[in-house]
């Protein structure tokens, strides 16, 4: 009997026979053990695939996907991957990735009704009406968006911060850094939004710097 998923099955068998011809150990050593040093925390959309957009293969980033890269203290799921990521693989570096043109931000900056979703877009809403002056000075929907997933990944990045997960590394000294991006789907590229902390001490300052670097700028550029 065919699968109804046979193109995707073949799909893999091209791809791991591709991999093994390049390197007949790959497998094998990728199943020996799992040590990333990057967690990613980004968007569920299928148009962002983490370590493909910055050329790394398996095993070296760890993911973690939900609808526009929310980061919430009562996401269990979220935490126990931040948990995992951070106590036991040890990565060195959490970075929240945005992208421009995203569904959910475009869905509150519309005030449009979507259903259960709504209640998890709350807290994007939240970074939508504490930066309300800010969006509001911006004429055209397209710029709104943009300069929203960048302020979303900017704030999420202050959760990660604060969860007690991160807190804990930095006070037992582990090395540990969490930063902010923003990819557009328009050419591919990463937007470095200058968001990068390494302590609790460094949270205030990078934040204030990030925001600042950002609203310098006249125009969100996606």
Request: hydrophobic share 40%; proline share 4%.
């Amino acid at each position: 009997m065919t699968s109804p998923l046979q193109n995707l099955l073949d799909g893999n068998r091209r791809w791991s026979a591709a991999m093994h011809a390049e390197n007949p150990h790959f497998f094998e050593q990728l199943a020996k053990q799992q040590s990333p040093k990057y967690l990613w925390i980004g968007c569920s959309d299928s148009r962002v695939p983490a370590t493909q957009i910055v050329d790394l293969p398996p095993g070296e980033i760890f993911v973690q996907r939900n609808v526009a890269n929310v980061v919430a203290h009562s996401d269990l799921n979220c935490l126990s991957t931040i948990q995992f990521a951070v106590d036991v693989l040890q990565v060195e570096h959490i970075i929240v990735v945005g992208h421009y043109g995203c569904g959910g931000v475009q869905a509150v900056l519309d005030e449009r009704r979507l259903g259960l979703v709504d209640n998890w877009l709350r807290h994007v809403g939240d970074v939508a009406e504490k930066h309300h002056a800010v969006l509001a000075a911006l004429d055209l929907m397209s710029l709104r968006n943009a300069r929203l997933c960048e302020l979303n990944a900017i704030e999420q990045v202050t959760n990660v911060c604060r969860t007690t997960m991160v807190m804990d590394a930095w006070e037992r000294g582990q090395k540990l850094s969490v930063h902010a991006w923003c990819y557009s789907l328009d050419n591919g590229r990463m937007h470095d939004l200058a968001m990068h902390v390494d302590s609790r001490s460094a949270l205030r300052p990078a934040y204030e710097q990030s925001l600042q670097r950002l609203l310098k700028t006249p125009r969100a550029q996606p």
